[in-house]
Every structure is written in C-alpha cells, then in structure tokens.
C-alpha cells in the first residue's frame, strides 16, 4: 500500500510506504490534510 504525501509546503511529494509517512509525520516534514478512514 502506498500512501500520498503533502509536505509542509502543500507540495506534493511521491506516493511513500505507510512507514515512512509516520516518520515524515514524527518529523513533522509532512501534515495530514484529508484522513479517509
């Protein structure tokens, strides 16, 4: 599964691995804008 990723600019950025979106979220390198659950 691949995720989209909006960094913290609103630019985006390739589809990432769930893993590294949370690290990039950790890092706060990246921000949630849309959450489909």
């Given at each position: 599964m691949?995720?989209?990723?909006l960094n913290q600019y609103g630019q985006p950025l390739m589809?990432?691995?769930?893993?590294k979106v949370r690290l990039l979220l950790?890092?706060?390198k990246?921000?949630?804008t849309k959450?489909?659950?």
């Open positions: 691949l995720v989209f990723v589809p990432r691995s769930p893993r950790k890092q706060q990246a921000k949630v959450a489909t659950c």
